[in-house]
């Protein structure tokens, strides 16, 4: 099969929960076991570190791969989902998968992976971890799907686990309590593997603290080590004061306020690797911190697009992330807010658009999956709570409008699901 082939069968012969949400979710690591075996069990074969949390775990895999990569090492990073090409969920030193070695992987286990009938999911870990043990990676970053102790990427014993924060997402799966979802990222922590919690939640502490001590598991709460504070940005960067052991300042190339919730766990997994034999300078650290979306090629977080008017996306999606958005939008000097939405049609939204300013003016959109809210459903439950706006299904076109209707010194916003952002043309 060509490139193009390999992709339609992944993508339409696999069950994709990108694209159709529930039906893809599988309840047990069986398929995953049994794709690793058949492949020889490459995730034994690679060091590796698990990541976990309902926001925070792309940014912070991003930052631990930039800062491993300036300290020298082959890293292997896998995340999910991708925005533009299949090829970004897997890269070996911020370089993704080549279109041949994706041929060459269906190709070669076409005839098992139709008879074994895994998700998508299952299958691109099941390439993570072939694609990683082929490259001879030093150690891989691997970022959970979603939840944790099903999710097909709990396979893998790493040298460290880290979970980043609990929230309110995919509740149908893992639960409608904190401390239920809770207890789904806690599944990833392992025998005798040190655990770091990057945010500390006090509601939530003993549910970690069970599950560690259950597993004869160092527990970290990186908070306890590290306090960040948050400084003015600086020529591009976003600027932190760190509190620990020594003081120092921080320059980071993600802008987003809710990094400050994602450092603490970032520096304190640095110090677990440390502490078991990895060579990491504070010189590595600064500079991967200082360069991860050129070592990595992360995009959507915080991204500014474009000046006067103001364009800014963040892949944001649930209530604590469009919290940190709010939040961070009323630091802005602007006329008039503009923002561009589209959600998926599997969740909640309403909690959500309670959030969103009424003052704002809103272009209502869905991304082209068949997942997404369609565009007029979400403009009727907005007008629900009183946000007014227009509906234009396809992104580009709704974000084309937002720019002709802006003036210049008008702020625009796009975001409320990762795949609308996605589809955004200048990204």
Same mark, same amino acid.
């Given at each position: 099969?060509?490139?193009?082939?390999?992709?339609?069968?992944?993508?339409?012969?696999?069950?994709?929960?990108?694209?159709?949400?529930?039906?893809?979710?599988?309840?047990?690591?069986?398929?995953?076991?049994?794709?690793?075996?058949?492949?020889?069990?490459?995730?034994?074969?690679?060091?590796?570190?698990?990541?976990?949390?309902?926001?925070?775990?792309?940014?912070?895999?991003?930052?631990?791969?930039?800062?491993?990569?300036?300290?020298?090492?082959?890293?292997?990073?896998?995340?999910?989902?991708?925005?533009?090409?299949?090829?970004?969920?897997?890269?070996?030193?911020?370089?993704?998968?080549?279109?041949?070695?994706?041929?060459?992987?269906?190709?070669?286990?076409?005839?098992?992976?139709?008879?074994?009938?895994?998700?998508?999911?299952?299958?691109?870990?099941?390439?993570?971890?072939?694609?990683?043990?082929?490259?001879?990676?030093?150690?891989?970053?691997?970022?959970?799907?979603?939840?944790?102790?099903?999710?097909?990427?709990?396979?893998?014993?790493?040298?460290?686990?880290?979970?980043?924060?609990?929230?309110?997402?995919?509740?149908?799966?893992?639960?409608?309590?904190?401390?239920?979802?809770?207890?789904?990222?806690?599944?990833?922590?392992?025998?005798?593997?040190?655990?770091?919690?990057?945010?500390?939640?006090?509601?939530?502490?003993?549910?970690?603290?069970?599950?560690?001590?259950?597993?004869?598991?160092?527990?970290?709460?990186?908070?306890?080590?590290?306090?960040?504070?948050?400084?003015?940005?600086?020529?591009?960067?976003?600027?932190?004061?760190?509190?620990?052991?020594?003081?120092?300042?921080?320059?980071?190339?993600?802008?987003?306020?809710?990094?400050?919730?994602?450092?603490?766990?970032?520096?304190?997994?640095?110090?677990?690797?440390?502490?078991?034999?990895?060579?990491?300078?504070?010189?590595?650290?600064?500079?991967?911190?200082?360069?991860?979306?050129?070592?990595?090629?992360?995009?959507?977080?915080?991204?500014?697009?474009?000046?006067?008017?103001?364009?800014?996306?963040?892949?944001?999606?649930?209530?604590?992330?469009?919290?940190?958005?709010?939040?961070?939008?009323?630091?802005?000097?602007?006329?008039?807010?503009?923002?561009?939405?589209?959600?998926?049609?599997?969740?909640?939204?309403?909690?959500?658009?309670?959030?969103?300013?009424? +003052? !704002?003016?809103?272009?209502?959109?869905?991304?082209? *999956? $068949?997942?997404?809210?369609? %565009?007029?459903?979400? #403009? /009727?439950? +907005? !007008?629900?709570?009183?946000?007014?706006?227009?509906? *234009? $299904?396809?992104?580009?076109? %709704?974000?084309?409008? #937002? /720019?002709?209707? !802006?003036?210049?010194?008008?702020?625009?916003?796009?975001?409320?699901?990762?795949?609308?952002?996605?589809?955004?043309?200048?990204?």
């Amino acid at each position: 099969m060509t490139y193009a082939e390999t992709l339609d069968y992944m993508f339409n012969a696999l069950p994709m929960f990108q694209r159709i949400g529930a039906a893809a979710f599988k309840k047990d690591l069986s398929n995953t076991l049994a794709l690793c075996k058949h492949l020889g069990n490459p995730e034994q074969k690679i060091k590796t570190i698990h990541v976990a949390g309902t926001n925070g775990k792309g940014s912070t895999s991003h930052m631990l791969a930039a800062i491993l990569m300036k300290a020298g090492y082959k890293v292997g990073l896998y995340t999910s989902p991708h925005l533009k090409s299949f090829t970004e969920r897997i890269k070996v030193d911020g370089t993704c998968i080549s279109e041949e070695a994706v041929v060459a992987f269906i190709a070669d286990n076409q005839s098992y992976l139709d008879e074994l009938k895994p998700s998508f999911f299952e299958m691109t870990v099941g390439m993570a971890f072939w694609y990683f043990a082929k490259e001879q990676v030093d150690i891989a970053v691997i970022e959970v799907g979603m939840g944790g102790r099903l999710d097909s990427t709990n396979v893998i014993v790493p040298e460290v686990s880290i979970i980043t924060n609990i929230g309110y997402d995919h509740m149908q799966f893992l639960g409608d309590t904190l401390s239920l979802i809770a207890a789904e990222k806690a599944g990833i922590i392992k025998h005798n593997v040190p655990v770091v919690i990057s945010h500390t939640q006090e509601e939530i502490i003993s549910v970690f603290q069970q599950q560690a001590d259950a597993q004869n598991s160092m527990l970290y709460f990186a908070q306890e080590s590290y306090h960040v504070e948050r400084l003015a940005d600086r020529q591009g960067f976003a600027s932190y004061r760190v509190e620990g052991d020594a003081k120092l300042v921080l320059h980071v190339q993600l802008l987003g306020n809710y990094q400050a919730k994602n450092l603490p766990g970032v520096l304190k997994t640095i110090d677990v690797l440390q502490a078991k034999g990895w060579t990491i300078t504070m010189d590595a650290m600064q500079q991967g911190l200082q360069s991860v979306i050129d070592l990595t090629g992360l995009k959507g977080r915080w991204q500014i697009l474009a000046e006067k008017p103001l364009l800014i996306c963040d892949t944001g999606h649930n209530e604590d992330g469009i919290r940190m958005i709010l939040d961070q939008l009323e630091q802005y000097e602007y006329h008039q807010l503009w923002m561009v939405l589209g959600m998926v049609n599997d969740k909640d939204v309403s909690k959500i658009l309670s959030l969103l300013p009424k +003052a !704002a003016q809103y272009i209502f959109c869905q991304a082209s *999956i $068949p997942r997404a809210m369609p %565009a007029e459903d979400l #403009a /009727k439950q +907005a !007008a629900s709570v009183d946000l007014q706006g227009v509906v *234009i $299904p396809n992104v580009n076109e %709704a974000i084309e409008f #937002a /720019k002709k209707k !802006a003036a210049p010194e008008d702020l625009i916003f796009i975001g409320g699901s990762t795949f609308v952002v996605a589809e955004i043309n200048d990204i």
